[in-house]
Nanobody, 121 residues
């Protein structure tokens, strides 16, 4: 069973930066794809960005140009570099192992417990 664990969340101010990490218990290169999702309080979970074996595939429109997804196979870790953070980025951020098919990301059954990002204005 794949285990994923996020870290790096916290309280930041508008315009600041934050880097989230997601470490997997297995070789992430064996995954077809991984992704970052987020869930604001009281809302549904939304896809933020996905990456497939080092090739970035999808970014949510509202984070394009501000967030960067990357991965380090040697460390079995995926990252989300968040710059120019806005209050609307406040959410619990989750990493997920999944599949990219025909340009769309499909989540798999493995999720991390999440890390809270809170942005104050």
């Amino acid at each position: 069973q794949v285990q994923l664990e996020e870290s790096g969340g916290g309280l930041v101010h508008t315009g600041e930066s934050l880097r989230l990490s997601c470490t997997a218990s297995e070789d992430i290169f064996s995954f077809n794809a991984m992704a970052w999702w987020r869930q604001p309080q009281g809302e549904g979970r939304e896809l933020v960005a996905s990456i497939s074996r080092g090739v970035v595939s999808i970014y949510k429109d509202s984070v394009k140009g501000r967030f960067t997804i990357s991965s380090d196979n040697a460390k079995n870790t995926m990252y989300l570099e968040m710059n120019d953070i806005k209050p609307e980025d406040t959410a619990v951020y989750y990493c997920n192992q999944g599949t990219i098919f025909s340009g769309a990301y499909y989540s798999g059954g493995y999720w991390g417990p999440g890390t809270q990002v809170t942005v104050s204005s």
